[in-house]
């Protein structure tokens, strides 16, 4: 019963290197969403893929790229990385139309120095 | 206007009070509704969800749903301190393409 899965759970990465958060769900879920939470904030999405092989952009996308690679993955990836993305990183998924709550993974925290 | 507002807070409120948290939102279409409590460096978990107007009772826990004033809030009775968290309301609109609205979310501490 695993849910959602995110790896890796803790990462540091230097100014301009790269990297992917890795996200997937066996629930046959629809949309899957990314999130960024900085200290004393709430949730602020990144970018969401409503089903697989579309992605649109949320509140914050500059930096990020996303793919929705198949129903079941959804993977972000920081092409240059920059101290202001550190941050942590929640990866959720939701079944559409039938007004469910969103799964959660377990978050990334990353740290870019 | 954004579409999910809660008071940022923070709030504070003594340990065996009632805690009130608050939210609108903006989409008239919305159909369900969550609250979502997070504790520091966690995931958000769900602790209530609402769908038709009126209150929903689970333990401790009230939601209360207006659709006509586009209004949700939840009531925390006896109110302890392992209930301080960061309590994120939740809008999903299946008309949208992004589905699933979160609020800021409202810091609670409960003071022993």
């Known amino acids: 019963n695993a849910g959602v899965t995110q790896t890796p759970k803790f990462q540091v990465l230097k100014t301009g290197q790269s990297m992917t958060l890795q996200c997937a769900q066996d629930?046959?879920?629809?949309?899957m969403y990314w999130y960024r939470q900085d200290p004393g904030m709430g949730l602020r999405l990144i970018y969401y893929s409503a089903s697989e092989g579309t992605t649109d952009k949320g509140e914050v996308p500059n930096g990020y790229n996303v793919s929705r690679l198949n129903k079941r993955e959804f993977s972000l990836r920081l092409e240059s990385a920059a101290p202001s993305q550190t941050s942590v990183y929640f990866c959720a998924s939701i079944m559409t139309a039938l007004n469910t709550e969103a799964f959660f993974g377990q978050g990334t925290r990353l740290t870019v120095v | 206007q954004k579409e999910v507002e809660q008071n940022s807070g923070p709030l504070s409120v003594p340990e065996g009070a009632i805690a009130s948290l608050n939210c609108t939102y903006s989409d008239r279409v919305s159909q369900s509704f969550f609250w979502y409590r997070q504790y520091s460096g966690k995931s958000p978990e769900l602790i209530m969800s609402?769908?038709?107007?009126g209150d929903k009772e689970d333990g401790r826990f009230t939601a209360q749903l207006n659709k006509a004033s586009q209004y949700v809030s939840l009531l925390i009775r006896d109110s302890q301190p392992s209930d301080s968290a960061t309590y994120l309301c939740?809008?999903?609109?299946?008309?949208?393409?992004?589905?699933?609205?979160f609020g800021s979310g409202t810091q609670l501490t409960v003071l022993p």
């Open positions: 609402i769908y038709s107007n």
């Open positions: 629930m046959n879920h629809n949309s």
């Open positions: 939740a809008v999903n609109s299946p008309g949208s393409a992004r589905q699933l609205t």
